[in-house]
């Protein structure tokens, strides 16, 4: 079990059924899916002071980094490589509670200790996924995949 998150006297359930509707609305005006990434990057990193939030999207045969907050990250991932990459080839959620136990993990920054990867699933088909890093151990758990699956089912991206 993650440690529990409070920020502002909110847990996180709170702050993300807060932050929810808001990006759903937000994304719902615009088509333009580099648009509602970046917001949606940008408000996830305000909410919960994520180390790193972004995404990477699925271009022919590599996921290509795209809109994000947070350092500088590797650009391309190759199928089943790292925890992006196994997320895209086994279109679930991947909850990496300590990236050095992680076979395979893509270590952009050294700081960077736990993980979360969402895949967005459009007609049956992994087409991006969402990739948040914590500085801190464990950060992640059963709450955050349900919202942030909530979150990739329904914005428009
Ligand atoms: N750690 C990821 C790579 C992307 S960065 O964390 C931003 C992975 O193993 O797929």
Not at 1 to 17: H, P, R, S, T, V
Request: hydrophobic share 45%.
């Amino acid at each position: 079990m993650a440690e529990n998150l409070i920020i502002n006297g909110k847990d996180k359930q709170e702050l993300y059924e807060t932050l929810l509707p808001q990006l759903q609305s937000l994304t719902a005006e615009e088509t333009d899916i580099v648009a509602n990434m970046a917001n949606i990057a940008a408000a996830l990193k305000q909410t919960f002071d994520f180390f790193w939030v972004g995404f990477y999207v699925v271009k022919e045969k590599t996921l290509v980094l795209a809109p994000f907050q947070g350092p500088l990250a590797c650009t391309r991932i190759q199928y089943g490589k790292g925890v992006c990459g196994t997320a895209w080839k086994e279109a679930r959620t991947i909850v990496v509670p300590d990236v050095e136990q992680f076979p395979g993990h893509i270590a952009c920054s050294s700081d960077s200790r736990s993980e979360i990867v969402v895949p967005v699933i459009r007609d049956g088909k992994v087409v991006a996924v969402l990739d948040i890093d914590s500085d801190k151990l464990n950060a992640f758990d059963e709450t955050d995949a349900e919202y942030l699956e909530r979150l990739c089912k329904q914005i428009t991206i």
